[in-house]
């Protein structure tokens, strides 16, 4: 059974940081890409960013520029460097876990964790 836990969330001023993690363990194969995604309220769940464990990373166009994906294949954990955050970053982050890309057997997701962007 792989288990997602994620870290890091919470609430920021626009223009802050924030840094989100995500560990994944159990796995009994390999976990060849870890990513993010959110859900704002009353809106559909949307890509963030996810990254390969050979190295491909793509973004959303809404945070290019902004937000890093990293990730530590050894641990099986990415992270989630968020800059210059907006108001309209606000939303439940879902970690996200596939064996492949394409077709995947496995699909898994973290228990989420909320971003508030607010003065």
Known sequence: QVQLVESGGGLVQ??????LSCAASGSSFSIRVMGWYRQ????????VAYMTSGGIKKYADSVKG???????????????QMDSLK??????Y???????????????WGQ???VT???
């Open 87 to 92: 108001p309209e970053d606000t939303a439940v």
């Open 66 to 80: 902004r937000f890093t994906i990293s990730r530590d294949n050894a641990k099986n954990t990415v992270y989630l």
């Open 94 to 108: 879902y970690c996200n876990a596939k064996d492949y890309i394409i077709s995947p057997r496995y699909n898994g």
């Open 112 to 114: 989420g964790t909320q």
């Open 117 to 119: 962007v607010s003065s």
């Open 40 to 47: 704002a309220p009353g809106k559909e769940r949307e890509l």
């Open 14 to 19: 626009p223009g802050g940081s924030l840094r």
